[in-house]
């Protein structure tokens, strides 16, 4: 299942449910404070958790993503410092951060030749955002498919 494109976003914190989202209000406006916005570019495409898996095989679980190359550093650092925000709120997460953007899940068997296919694709097709602000999003799963609200919203100088 694809990803709509509206929905595309790089993910820097999974904070869970938030009994009190003020506390994560307050990290980010700490922790992303003096940042300035940048630009980023799309790079190579890739699989979690894994490409290695025998042919064949279903890839149930899979998601597909195109990674982060111009910009990549900077997203890391901003990730770091969002982290340090949160957790001087006592807001403590996974801390793994791979800039990326989903484009996809796989809940069955993928065509011959798909994942080289769509890798080839992404090299070719290159695109570029700016990022200018860090949003704090709540999402709601539905059958159609998740479902953002945004809580909160930093701007970037």
Do not use: C
């Amino acid at each position: 299942k694809w990803v709509k494109p509206g929905n595309f976003h790089i993910t820097y914190a999974f904070l869970g449910d938030l009994e009190q989202p003020a506390r994560a209000v307050r990290g980010m406006k700490a922790g992303l404070a003096g940042l300035k916005a940048f630009s980023v570019s799309s790079g190579s495409f890739g699989v979690f958790p894994s490409s290695r898996r025998p042919a064949g095989r279903r890839l149930t679980g899979t998601v597909l993503w195109v990674g982060i190359a111009e910009g990549a550093e900077r997203l890391r650092e901003t990730a770091g410092k969002l982290a340090e925000g949160l957790a001087a709120e006592g807001l403590i997460f996974e801390s793994r951060f791979e800039p990326h953007v989903t484009i996809g899940r796989v809940k069955g068997r993928l065509p011959e030749n798909f994942l080289r296919r769509a890798a080839d694709f992404a090299r070719a097709k290159k695109a570029a955002s700016a990022i200018s602000s860090v949003d704090l999003l709540e999402s709601a799963l539905t059958p159609a498919g998740p479902v953002y609200r945004t809580v909160f919203s930093k701007k970037l100088l």
